[in-house]
């Protein structure tokens, strides 16, 4: 088992900056993919960008790529999302998830997720 604890989000202007955190424990060594998915009010959960934690090959949403940056502390086995720009329809909740099968990165259907961390972008 992987437990994923994330921090950060919360209320930003519309051109700000945030940073999210997800730290893991249990059984870190078992996960190949780590990555950041969002789901705002009535919409389906969305990739948003996702790394390969031996590699740190990263891979990111159309809608965000310039904008966020996923990067991993490997020794604090922890992945951070640094959101930039960020836009209004940025809003949703976001969640980390980590998989131990390195397959498919943007697919949904991940082991392990964290609880989840609201931001609001405003206008």
């Known amino acids: 088992q992987v437990q994923l604890v994330q921090s950060g989000g919360g209320l930003v202007q519309a051109g700000g900056s945030l940073r999210l955190s997800c730290t893991a424990s249990?059984?870190?060594?078992?996960?190949?993919?780590v990555a950041w998915f969002r789901q705002a009010p009535g919409n389906e959960r969305e990739f948003v960008a996702g790394l390969t934690w031996n590699t740190g090959a990263t891979s990111y949403a159309d809608s965000v790529t310039g904008r966020f940056t996923i990067s991993r502390d490997k020794a604090e086995n922890t992945v951070y999302l640094q959101m930039d720009s960020l836009k209004p329809e940025d809003t949703a909740v976001y969640y980390c998830a980590a998989d131990s099968r390195l397959w498919m990165i943007t697919r949904t259907n991940y082991e392990y997720w964290g609880q989840g961390t609201q931001v609001t972008v405003s206008t």
């Open positions: 249990g059984r870190t060594a078992s996960k190949q993919l």
